[in-house]
């Protein structure tokens, strides 16, 4: 009797070991790669070479990423940079389309403002999940709705190109 109790809680204790060992790998494969701060800035740098701001918006001067969180090195997920410029980038667009009064003008920037789906941040920042949501905030956007585009910059977006 003895026996069978051990052997079954050897048993149990293996499934045990191996169910913790999934989680704690599923856990750590969200990023399989991780990069330092600096590194973050060079690809905010990169990115934003790329894209024209709005009229009248700058880059942020300074890009800071924390070299140090809670006594430890901070570290980001690869693209994390790519995917911030972009965001600014559309923030630039978002509010200078929000701001415009001129209709004509409205019209010329719509196209900027719709662009976010080529751009890092939907393709690499956007759980696949959630791009169909803003496919169809852009998409009400594109037909005359501006109140969640509205929302979403307000709340998300600097008021200005202060970053």
């Known amino acids: 009797m003895r026996w069978r109790n051990l052997v079954g809680a050897i048993i ?3 499934f045990a070991i191996a169910a913790a ?17 600096n590194q973050a800035v060079a690809e905010y740098r990169d990115e ?7 009229p009248g918006w ?11 969180r809670h006594g430890m090195e901070a570290l980001y997920g690869v693209n994390t940079g790519r995917i911030d410029a972009a965001w ?3 923030c630039s667009w978002g509010r200078q389309y929000l701001g415009e009064t001129d209709l004509a003008k409205r019209a010329e920037y719509l196209p900027q403002v719709l ?8 393709k690499l920042g956007l759980a ?10 852009l998409n009400r956007l594109a037909s005359g709705d501006v109140s969640e585009f509205r929302n979403i910059i ?10």
């Open 88 to 90: 600014y980038w559309h």
């Open 115 to 122: 662009a976010l789906r080529d751009s890092a941040f939907f």
């Open 12 to 14: 149990v204790s293996a």
């Open 21 to 37: 060992g999934c989680k704690a790998e599923l856990q750590t494969n969200q990023h399989s790669e991780w990069i330092k701060a």
């Open 48 to 54: 934003a070479a790329k894209l024209k701001l709005a």
């Open 128 to 137: 696949v999940e959630d791009r169909p949501a803003r496919e169809d905030t």
């Open 58 to 68: 700058e880059w942020p001067s300074q890009v800071i990423y924390d070299e140090e």
């Open 154 to 163: 307000e709340v998300n977006c600097p008021a200005n190109s202060e970053g």
